[in-house]
């Protein structure tokens, strides 16, 4: 289902826990993390398609989340020709979202990344909100940065105070995991609680550090 701009209808979901971190998922066998995201099927509205799409990639029910705002409008990202279909070539030209940011009130054992035998991740953790762009696909990360800025006002205070920063954190700037802000190794539940298909690993800011150490 395309607009006819060529642009297929989606969402994309910013999960927060209790610390006001976000959900970070590897995109399954590849180097890749994102946010989960979806398609918008026909007949359906972006909150119906916005929770379809959170319990098939992440495994989670309505009643696991609050929502606490959206984006005013759609935003677009367009795909490069090498990652479309040849029979989808001059029709589809990328994606426009509506994105939504979720509280996530049940527990980091309700998450499972296995909720369907089509699994979007294969490990997860939880990263500071202004998370860095580097190991987000290249054609998707100006969405990103438009996606958080708008929905920063949004995210609740965390002991009395609110992160005002109103920047983007890029491991270009800062190569430091913990001067950007990743919460390395740092499990928020026991190890006995991790829900299925679930990994605190691998280091997303140590794995592209380390690929960038190994070229000539």
């Known amino acids: ?96 979202q509506i994105w939504f940011l979720l509280q996530l009130t049940g527990h980091d054992w309700d998450l499972n990344l296995r909720a ?19 190991v987000v696909v290249e054609f998707k990360r100006g969405v990103y940065e438009m996606a958080l800025n708008e929905l920063a006002r949004y995210v609740p205070r965390i002991d009395g105070r609110s992160d005002s920063r109103n920047r983007y954190m890029r491991s270009a700037t800062r190569r430091d995991g913990a001067a950007a802000g990743l919460s390395v190794h740092e499990p928020l539940a026991e190890a006995g609680e991790l829900p299925p298909g679930a990994s605190f690993d691998p280091d997303p800011q140590n794995e592209l550090l380390g690929r960038s150490a190994a070229k000539p």
């Open 1 to 96: 289902m395309l607009d006819r701009d060529g642009f297929r209808p989606n969402v994309g979901i910013i999960l927060l826990n209790q610390k006001s971190q976000v959900f970070w998922g590897k995109r399954i066998r590849t180097h890749s993390w994102q946010f989960p995201q979806g398609g918008i099927d026909r007949g359906e509205n972006p909150e119906q398609a916005m929770f379809r799409e959170l319990h098939e990639e992440v495994g989670l029910h309505p009643h696991h989340v609050q929502v606490l705002a959206r984006t005013r409008d759609w935003l677009r990202y367009e795909v490069p020709d090498r990652y479309i279909r040849r029979d989808a070539r001059g029709h589809y030209k990328g994606q426009k």
């Open 116 to 134: 369907t035998d089509h699994p979007e991740f294969d490990a997860w953790r939880w990263n500071d909100y202004w998370v860095p762009l580097d």
